[in-house]
């Protein structure tokens, strides 16, 4: 699978700004990208103000992932703020060229700066079969809890699209690489760039790691459209030889 990692400064709280700024950088991938993965609330920077950014399912982002995917024939991905039954969400879109859309709600939300206060946590883990790969995103502070992301149903891809300040990057360079230990599997990072209206700073770092923990990308600090490819058959290989995933601890969450 051949995935394009997109990290770009963010214009804060302005989607038609920022689907313009991604559309560019779409427009120059090669045509045989299967997937597309942007950072958490692409469309405005890590927004409190939900109230005033939020759109609707049916609203003209979703439409702009959708009409991307069917036009270049790939799945693509980021996470932007939704209004719902009267609620938000931080909810992540997975589109597909056929049409289909899948979302994984944000479990999460990181309290330190109130977005516990304003979005609504969700409940349910997310798995996207998509050309051969089980895939698995998540949102951002989710990183932080290695339970909800544990490898039990044997996914291939672990995906995390975030806005992760420059000040706490070392812990997201660590958490990224112990999750594609932990769970033998690969595991793609995208960040955004740039300082957004609460002057926090962000230094990018988007990556991707293989399910031994070596770089396929080292980290970027640079804004751009950066492309891997990753291997199903030589993971399983390494899953059978090693047999980790068979010795894990089951459990639920309650």
């Known amino acids: 699978m051949k995935i394009a990692l997109l990290q770009s400064d963010l214009v804060w709280e302005h ?11 779409i427009e120059k991938l090669p045509a045989d990208v299967d997937l597309i993965v942007l950072p958490e609330m692409f469309t405005t920077g890590f927004s409190m103000n939900a109230e005033a950014v939020a759109e609707p399912m049916n609203g003209p982002t979703v439409s702009w992932l959708q009409s991307i995917a069917k036009d270049r024939n790939c799945a693509l991905t980021g996470s932007l703020i939704i209004t719902a039954n009267s609620k938000f969400y931080n909810r992540l879109v997975f589109a597909l060229p056929n049409g289909e859309l899948y979302s994984y709600d944000k479990r999460h939300l ?31 502070y989710d990183l932080r809890f290695p339970v909800f992301s544990r490898n039990t149903i044997y996914y291939d891809l672990l995906l995390y699209v975030a806005n992760w300040p420059t000040a706490r990057l070392q812990a997201w360079d660590i958490l990224l690489r112990a999750r594609a230990v932990e769970n033998m599997c690969y595991v793609v990072g995208v960040n955004r760039t740039g300082t957004d209206e609460s002057s926090l700073d962000y230094a990018g770092h988007s990556q991707a790691i293989d399910y031994l923990g070596n770089y396929i990308l080292e980290p970027k600090q640079d804004s751009g459209a950066f492309i891997i490819n990753i291997d199903k058959e030589k993971m399983l290989q390494t899953r059978l030889k090693l047999g980790f995933l068979d010795d894990l601890d089951r459990f639920e969450l309650l």
């Open 15 to 25: 989607p038609a700004q920022n689907r313009t700024k991604f559309q560019s950088m």
């Open 110 to 140: 990181f309290s330190l700066a109130n977005e516990a206060k304003i979005y609504t946590s969700g409940t349910e883990k997310l798995i996207v079969n998509y050309r051969g790969f089980s895939i698995c995103p998540l949102i951002c």
